[in-house]
């Protein structure tokens, strides 16, 4: 309801309460009115009785006073209603104003969205580096077991003289943590913003461990650490290695559309918005994808490049 709607409603109930009290009092003042003309026409036979004419003033006082009080009542019922329907005409007005102020934040909230993708996108990094260290710990007792079951079987397998491998482990002469422990550390170091050493160690375990599911990740990092400072065409390179080497590695999405916002941010619009559809067309229902539906909207271009018109020419 508009304020106008709610004005009107309190103005045409008012009028109606209005044309109801003045009824009521027409109505005392005919009551009392007929006790006055019932009393005169009693007055010339009542000065033989004077007892019946005490009785008679007496009822017609106790008619006054009923009136009176039915006079209050109604009076102060009239109160109550008028107060009930300003305060509700209070309310539907601070409810309009609410609502022009929600409709003015939501109109604010649109136009400033282009400029909060970032700022979104930095929130579902951190939960995602959050979840890679969840899985991370939570897979290290798995890897062990892993581990040894393959070095059980290479011991069994291996030539007699020879000693086993462990594909999980560094080749021999090589010194570097277990798997588990090199990415931990070196997440714990990102997140820590220690970003030389934790590209040290991510490019440490891309090199001691490229072939297991967390190898994505590290790459991922390194190119991101990259992005952070600022070297935003090294990250485009190294975002490429994830979007090549991992594809169906959980940071592939995130990897394309940072990449996408360092061409952006080398002033390579044209690239950032290729690379911004192709993320739309190869992950359309990821987070990444929406992230990057409002970036394009942001730069005013279309989610699909529009289709050149046919030469019409002969």
Do not use: C, W
Request: avoid cysteine; glycine fraction near 4%.
């Amino acid at each position: 309801m508009s304020k106008d709607d709610s004005s009107r409603t309190s103005t045409s109930v008012n009028k109606r309460l209005k044309n109801f009290e003045h009824n009521m009092k027409i109505t005392f003042h005919r009551y009392l009115a007929h006790a006055m003309a019932l009393a005169l026409l009693l007055a010339p036979a009542a000065f033989g009785a004077n007892k019946d004419m005490v009785q008679l003033q007496t009822q017609v006082q106790a008619l006054q006073d009923q009136l009176s009080r039915l006079q209050q009542s109604n009076d102060e019922r009239f109160g109550a209603m008028r107060s009930l329907i300003e305060q509700n005409t209070d309310t539907v007005n601070r409810v309009a104003n609410s609502l022009d102020a929600i409709s003015h934040s939501l109109q604010t909230s649109t136009a400033d969205q282009g400029g909060k993708v970032d700022q979104v996108s930095a929130q579902v990094q951190s939960l995602h580096d959050a979840v890679d260290e969840l899985k991370a710990r939570l897979a290290k007792v798995s890897k062990q077991l892993d581990d040894m079951a393959a070095a059980q079987q290479n011991l069994q397998a291996a030539p007699q003289g020879q000693p086993a491998q462990n594909p999980q482990l560094p080749p021999q002469g090589a010194q570097a943590p277990p798997p588990d422990v090199l990415y931990n550390n070196a997440l714990s170091d990102y997140n820590g913003a220690k970003y030389n050493l934790a590209s040290q160690e991510f490019a440490d375990y891309v090199k001691y461990y490229g072939n297991t599911d967390l190898a994505g990740n590290a790459q991922y990092y390194i190119a991101d650490i990259e992005y952070k400072q600022g070297n935003y065409k090294q990250a485009v390179q190294d975002y490429d290695k994830v979007i090549e080497q991992y594809p169906s590695g959980n940071k592939a999405s995130a990897a394309q559309l940072k990449k996408a916002y360092a061409f952006l941010n080398l002033n390579q619009r044209d690239a950032g918005v290729r690379e911004l559809r192709a993320l739309i067309a190869r992950y359309p229902k990821s987070l990444e994808a929406q992230q990057a539906r409002e970036r394009l909207n942001s730069l005013g271009a279309t989610t699909t490049a529009s289709k050149p018109s046919p030469n019409r020419s002969r």
